[in-house]
């Protein structure tokens, strides 16, 4: 093929993808904004602090001063970096900063990275749930494993009394550098995508990756998503599941299981390496929730495979 063609064939992707993209694109970030904008006043009325000082006994009860709370809180309605942002003015110890990353990467950016799997075809309310108790039950298990022991309550405040104008101004800059970056990741994973697509390459992609993805119980033509997931996330790689979604690359139960393994399990490189450079364990937190993810998965399968019988005896 001609050097010619291929510039044709590659502006044929691009022009093919722009539509869907733009649209997806939109959607994404009015919801994004928008859960910005109500936590920025949550913060300045001093409700995210109340919500975090209610929650403080579960914390107790899974190994975490209560101070770990506000984080959580933080990272489960904004995003892993916010999360990281608070719990900076706490000293946690290694224990607690794996415990809590665990959590946070379970758990975070709840209302639009529910909505990304919704729009794909999974239950909101499931995706909620799971991700919500698979976050506990995570650090449950891991404050029974874990060597050392619960840490006390300690020292540092991240409540500040600050002037609106201020906040606003702070949110206006940050939300501005989130906007321009999931633009940028949405548009050229999208057209990547449609690239790697037209020249087979997904499909190598899907035969190397047929087995380790079969032992956590996924289809083989879910690899591409599940390796956008685990790289960039799912707010990043929205336009490109939700594309592969409408196309018909992946059906119903393809993406049910692909979304019950990633909604505790994505964003494991950079927000990975986030908390493990804040004094966290990655592999433990890492391992950990893909074991969580096998479980769900399996389950998941095993729902259908009784559904199935049923159906079939009925039949």
């Known amino acids: 093929m001609s050097q010619e063609s291929h510039k044709d064939k590659i502006l044929g992707c691009i022009k093919s993808v722009l539509p869907s993209t733009t649209k997806t694109?939109?959607?994404?970030?009015?919801i994004t904004v928008g859960v910005s904008f109500a936590i920025m006043f949550l913060k300045y009325f001093g409700i995210l602090p109340w919500i975090s000082e209610f929650l403080s006994p579960v914390f107790n009860i899974i190994g975490l001063p209560g101070e770990a709370a506000l984080p959580f809180v933080t990272g489960y309605f904004v995003n892993v970096y916010a999360a990281i942002s608070v719990a900076v003015s706490f000293d946690f110890d290694f224990r607690a900063l794996t415990i809590l990353g665990t959590?946070?990467?379970?758990?975070?950016?709840?209302?639009?990275?529910?909505?990304?799997?919704?729009?794909t075809g999974t239950s909101a309310v499931r995706i909620v749930v799971i991700r919500t108790v698979s976050a506990f039950t995570l650090a449950f298990f891991l404050n029974k494993i874990l060597p050392g022991s619960a840490v006390a309550a300690l020292q540092g405040s991240v409540v500040e009394d600050v002037e609106f104008k201020v906040l606003f101004r702070e949110w206006l800059v940050s939300t501005a550098g989130v906007v321009c970056k999931m633009t940028?990741?949405?548009?050229?994973?999208?057209?990547?995508?449609?690239?790697l697509s037209e020249y087979g390459v997904i499909r190598w992609i899907s035969k190397f990756l047929k087995y380790p993805?079969?032992?956590?119980?996924?289809?083989?033509r879910t690899s591409f998503l599940w390796i956008v997931a685990n790289t960039?996330?799912?707010?990043?790689?929205?336009?490109?599941?939700?594309?592969?979604?409408?196309?018909?690359?992946?059906?119903?139960?393809?993406?049910?299981?692909?979304?019950?393994?990633i909604a505790i399990?994505?964003?494991?490189?950079?927000?990975?390496?986030?908390?493990?450079?804040?004094?966290?364990?990655?592999?433990?937190?890492?391992?950990?929730?893909?074991a969580g993810s096998f479980l769900l998965v399996w389950e998941l399968r095993a729902e259908y495979y009784i559904k199935d019988t049923l159906f079939k005896k009925k039949c």
Not at 103 to 119: D, R, Y
Not at 213 to 220: E, I, N, Q, V
Not at 236 to 261: K, Q
Not at 275 to 286: D, I
């Open 25 to 30: 694109c939109i959607w994404l970030l009015k």
């Open 103 to 119: 959590m946070v990467l379970s758990a975070h950016n709840m209302i639009t990275e529910t909505a990304v799997q919704k729009k």
């Open 184 to 195: 940028v990741l949405i548009y050229s994973l999208a057209i990547l995508q449609r690239i």
């Open 213 to 220: 993805l079969a032992l956590f119980g996924l289809p083989a």
């Open 232 to 261: 960039l996330g799912l707010a990043y790689g929205a336009a490109v599941m939700i594309e592969e979604v409408e196309a018909g690359r992946v059906n119903a139960r393809d993406v049910n299981l692909l979304n019950s393994h």
């Open 265 to 290: 399990s994505h964003s494991n490189l950079e927000d990975l390496l986030l908390l493990t450079a804040l004094g966290a364990s990655w592999y433990v937190m890492l391992l950990s929730r893909w």
